[in-house]
Structure formats: C-alpha cells, structure tokens
T-cell receptor
C-alpha cells in the first residue's frame, strides 16, 4: 500500500509561469489536505478537499491559488503567475476520514 | 487555536534520553496534543498523541500534567537517526484543518 505520492518532488518555474502540484492520496483515503512550508518555518494549512468538493480553503491565498480533487485522478494544487514568494515546500496529507492522516514527501517549488 | 511554544533547538548524545517540553497555556477542553517528527526533505510523521497523563508507544512517551498547559515528549536512548525537527501541535481530535505547526524544535543527536 503506497503512501501519499506527490509529484514532482522538485519544480522550478520562472516568475509568471504556472505551477501544478499533484497529490495522489493513499488507497482508500478520500480526504486531502494541502500545506505550505516556507524556509525555517512550520507547515501552514492551505486547503481541505474531499472528492469533487472543497471543504475548507481558509488558508489559501485569495488570488492565483486554486485546488481541486476530481472524482478520478490526483488532487491538484495550481499556482498561477508564480512569484518568488511562492517558493516553498508544499505538502499533501490524506486520511480515510477527518483524522489519522499521512503526509507525502512534498514538492519543493523554486521560482526563479 | 491554541498556540504552542517549544525550544528552537536541542543537542543530545547518542544513547541519552531526550525530553522536549511544549507550552500550550490556552489549550481548550477538547484539544488533543500531538507530536510530529520531520526529517529534511520529507513530510511530517506522526509520533504520538495524548489528552492527559501519560501515553507510551514503541518510539516515545508523552507526559501531560493535570492542568494540560504543557506537555513533554520523551525519546529514550536517541540515535543519530533521531536528528530531526519535532513539532508539538494542539488541536481538536487530530483534525488537519485545525493543526497549527509552529517552528518546532531542531533536535541534533551527536555521536
């Protein structure tokens, strides 16, 4: 049973480009959470999704950021028109219900 | 959300017991205390969770005094591979939405 899979592990984007981060939850998990970790800081909650529904996006920046978790396929965190301040590690976690979650290894986004 | 305070860093030697204390003065009645471990370039990994008194599992013990305003993670006989950042989190029954990660404690185990 594979863990939470995130890809790519490393992503480099130029300012103004779009970044797409993917998260495949553990088998049987229908709840997905995205966190962002800036250098030397702890993780900050961004968004909580279930299949085809955004449950809580209180931690998402108001502009340029969006997330989805379609009926089929991985959850996607999309960042449009990236800026240098978006450089961070983005972690996904999944759970079978709203408890007992497992984190992926993260995607490190570097904006140049 | 209850705010937590923990030391920024700690050093220890292999074989020693390490105790990391976390303060959470405004913990709510229905909040649990959870500790995570994070290695470089990896996501956090659950270590232990408790509500009150003492909890022990195969990797650590968690001590929580009666007032629950602090907690202590105890790692017995640490090894070099225990070098990591340890986070103390306070939230309602483990809901990821309510978890607030502080800056954590960087534990460095020396040979």
């Amino acid at each position: 049973n594979a863990g939470v899979m995130q890809n790519p592990r490393h992503l480099v984007r130029r300012r103004g480009q779009e970044a797409r981060l993917r998260c495949s939850p553990m088998k049987g998990h229908s709840h997905v959470y995205w966190y962002r970790q800036l250098p030397e800081e702890g993780l900050k909650f961004m968004v909580y999704l279930q299949k085809e529904n955004i449950i809580d996006e209180s931690g998402m920046p108001k502009e340029r950021f969006s997330a989805e978790f379609p009926k089929e396929g991985p959850s996607i965190l999309r960042i449009q028109q990236v800026v240098r301040g978006d450089s961070a590690a983005y972690f996904c976690a999944s759970s079978p219900q709203e408890d007992g979650y497992t984190f992926g290894s993260g995607t490190r986004l570097t904006v140049v | 959300l209850a705010k937590t305070t923990q030391p920024i860093s700690m050093d220890s030697y292999e074989g020693q017991e390490v105790n990391i204390t976390c303060s959470h003065n405004n913990i709510a009645t229905n909040d649990y205390i959870t500790w995570y471990q994070q290695f470089p370039s990896q996501g956090p990994r659950f270590i232990i969770q408790g509500y009150k008194t003492k909890v022990t599992n195969e990797v650590a013990s968690l001590f929580i005094p009666a007032d629950r305003k602090s907690s202590t993670l105890s790692l017995p006989r640490v090894s070099l591979s225990d070098t990591a950042v340890y986070y103390c989190l306070v939230g309602n029954s483990g809901s990821a939405r309510q978890l607030t990660f502080g800056s954590g404690t960087q534990l460095t185990v020396l040979p």
